[in-house]
C-alpha cells in the first residue's frame, strides 16, 4: 500500500476567484487570504462548504483511474471554535450530504491545530468533500486530500510544452505562476518537472524567461503543430528522461494546482490507465464557471462535437454530473475521441509507438492525433484551464480553409475520422457559405480543397503551412468597424442605422413554411435554377455555422455583423459569381473521385515519413 498527498484544498486570490469564490468554497460569509498568517481567514460566523469543483475529491474516477482503497484529509486549522465534517454525493445528488457521524469539533485556539480525518466512501460516492462550520473568525492552511492505493508509484518525469505566437503577456504571467508555485516549492513534482515555451514569433526574451525548470526555445513561425512538435523531440530526446508532455496553448488562464494533480495522477494510475492521456476541461475564459469541452468527438456529419453538455460549475448537481459521466456508447463506438492540446498530458511511450502529429499550421492536429492513438481519456474536475470562448474568435481563414484541407489529410493519411463523412461535410459548408453570399468563404474551401488534391506533397512541404495559413488570412472576407459598415450601407441605399440593431436582431431568425423551404432548398436562395436578384437586406451573424434561413431568404444585402468585435461587411448577391463557384466545385470534385484510390495510396505512403522525428527535424531546421 502506498499513500501519496493527490492534491491541495485550493484557495487562489485572483479575479477568477473573487468573481466566481464557489468554484472553490460556498460560504455564508467571504474568506480571504491572510498575508500574516500566510493562511486563509474565514470571515465570521459562517459554514464553508468545500464541496465544490476544485475542493471535492473524485472518489469514483480514483478508484477507477488508481484502483484506490482508502481517502484522508489533512487540514490545519485556528482561531474561533469550528466543527469540521466530511460530505459525499453520489450520482443522485443535488447537494452534498453531510455525514454527521464524521464531525470533529475543534475547541477555540490561538495555536494551529492539525486535523485528519479518515473519509467514508462506499460504493455509490462519485465524490466527497467537507464543512467547516465556524463560531466566529478562524483560520484554515494545508489543506490536502490523502489518497492510498494498492501499489507502488511510478516514476514520472513531466515536460509541459506550449507554443506561442505574440501571446506574451499571457506567458509571461504562466511562467510565473509554474516558477512560484511548482518548480520553487517542496512538492515532488519540483524534482521531476520542466517548462518548455517554443516561442514560434521569437519575441520572447528568451534569456531572461529561461531559468532551471524552464526553457524558453525561439522557432520558426510553423504553427501550434510545429510548436508542439517541437515540444515532443525535447521530450523524446532530453537527458532528463520525460516519461510524459503536457501541451497546452498559450492564451489560457492556469491553476498550477491543475498541473500539479495531472502529475500526481500520473504517478498512482492502475495498469488499465499506464498509457491514457490526461485531458483538462476547456472553461470559458470570460464565464470562468462554465466549462465548454472535456474531451471531444468526431461526429458522423464531419465536425468537432464536445464528448460532454455545456456545465455550470458552480451548480453543485454539474459538479456531480460532471464526474459521473459516462460517454454513450454511440459515441464510443465511433471511435473518434480526442482531447484537445489546449491541456492534453501524453505518454512519451506512445509518441515513440504512434509517431509525431501531422504537419499542419493549426487545426486538427490534436484531433487526428487523439483517433490515431485511440487511448483510454482520463479527466478529473480541477485539471482545467480557461481559454476563450469558440464563438468569440471565429476566423474564416481556420474554419474553412484549414479544417477542410486537414481532414481530408488526415483520414486519407493516418485514416482518421473513418466514420465521418467529410466529402458531404464540405458540400453542406460550402452551399451554406453560397446560401449567405459567403463568395470569399467558399472559395476558401475550394482552395482547402484543390491543396489537397495536389498530394502530400503539397502541404507538407516546408514552409508551405505558413504560407497557406498567411495566403487564406490575406483572401478571407474583410471585416470593417461598424461604423464604416453603416455608412457602406447609406451608399448603397440602405436604411440601417447601427443604433437600431442590437444582439437579439443579429441573431434572430424567422419562420418559414414548407413551400418556402422547398423553394430555399431548389434554388439555393434564388441562386440557381430560379435567379432573382432579391431585395432589401437582412442581418445576419458573422459566425460561419449561423443559418439564419428565413431572415436571409430573398434579400439581395446580407449585413454581416461580429457583434463582439464591432466589426462586419455587406455581401451583396451575385449569382454569376454563384454559378463560377459551383462550376469550380464540380469539377474539383470529379477530380476528387476519378483520383480518389491515387490520393489514398499517395497519403498513405506519406505517413511513414510526415509523423517521423527525422523529417520534423528537417521540417523545424533542426537537422544536423
Known sequence: ?????????????????????????????????????????????????????????????????ASATAFSLSIDIKGAVCRLVQTTADAFAGYP???????????????????????????????????????????????????????????????LSTTTFKKEAYVERNIALLKSDILESDDDISRHFGVLVVDNGRTLDAEALSDTG?????????????????????????????????????????????????????????????????????????????????????????????????????????????????????????????????????????????GMPLPYF??????????????????????????????????????????TRNELVAQFTTGFAENSDFEKEIYHKLMLELKKFGYAGAELILDAFEDFLKGPECYSAIGFAESSFMGANRRKEKLVPLEEVEKQAHALGLEFSLAEIDRQLIEGDKPRGMAERASDYITNNWQRVIVREGSGYAVIPAMGGAYPAGAIRGKKYLIVIDWYNRSGVIRVKDANKYREIERRYRADLKQFK?????????????????????FWKEYLGMAE
Open 1 to 65: 500500500m502506498t499513500t501519496i498527498k493527490f492534491s491541495n484544498i485550493l484557495l487562489e486570490h485572483n479575479p477568477r476567484s473573487v468573481e466566481y469564490p464557489s468554484l472553490y468554497c460556498k460560504s455564508d460569509v467571504p474568506w480571504l487570504y491572510d498575508q500574516e498568517t500566510e493562511g486563509w481567514r474565514l470571515s465570521g460566523k459562517g459554514a464553508f462548504d468545500f464541496t465544490t469543483y476544485f475542493n471535492s475529491l473524485s472518489v469514483q474516477k480514483l478508484v477507477r483511474y
Open 97 to 159: 450530504v453531510v455525514l454527521e457521524d464524521t464531525a470533529v469539533e475543534i475547541p477555540a485556539s490561538d495555536e494551529w491545530r492539525h486535523i485528519s480525518l479518515d473519509l467514508n466512501v462506499d460504493e455509490n460516492a462519485v465524490l466527497v468533500g467537507f464543512r467547516i462550520e465556524a463560531n466566529g473568525v478562524a483560520f484554515i492552511r494545508n489543506g490536502a486530500y490523502y489518497v492510498t492505493v494498492p501499489h507502488e508509484l511510478r516514476d514520472v518525469n513531466l515536460l
Open 214 to 354: 524552464v526553457k524558453v526555445c525561439p522557432n520558426a513561425n510553423v504553427g501550434g503543430a510545429g510548436g508542439f512538435a517541437r515540444g515532443m523531440i525535447e521530450a523524446l530526446e532530453s537527458p532528463k528522461g520525460y516519461t510524459h508532455i503536457l501541451l497546452m496553448d498559450d492564451d489560457v488562464a492556469i491553476s498550477p494546482e491543475s498541473v500539479r494533480r495531472t502529475f500526481n495522477l500520473l504517478r498512482i494510475v492502475n495498469d488499465d490507465y499506464a498509457d491514457a492521456f490526461i485531458s483538462g476541461a476547456m472553461l470559458n475564459y470570460e464565464a470562468g464557471n462554465e466549462q465548454w469541452e472535456d474531451t471531444g468527438y468526431m461526429t458522423p456529419e464531419g465536425y468537432c462535437h464536445p464528448a460532454k453538455p455545456r456545465l455550470c460549475l458552480t451548480k453543485f448537481e454539474e459538479v456531480v454530473y460532471n464526474e459521473a459521466y459516462r460517454v454513450p456508447g454511440a459515441i464510443k463506438r465511433l471511435h473518434q475521441r480526442y482531447a484537445a492540446w489546449w491541456y492534453c498530458c501524453i505518454p512519451v511511450s506512445t509518441i515513440r509507438a504512434k
Open 362 to 403: 493549426v487545426r486538427y492536429d490534436d484531433a487526428e492525433y487523439g483517433v490515431r492513438c485511440s487511448p483510454e481519456f482520463m479527466t478529473m474536475g480541477g485539471i482545467c484551464i480557461w481559454h476563450d470562448p469558440f464563438d468569440k474568435r471565429y476566423n474564416a481563414a481556420n474554419e474553412l480553409y484549414q479544417t
Open 594 to 614: 476519378s483520383r480518389k484510390q491515387e490520393l489514398h495510396r499517395a497519403y498513405e505512403e506519406s505517413r511513414a515519413k510526415v509523423t517521423s522525428v527525422g
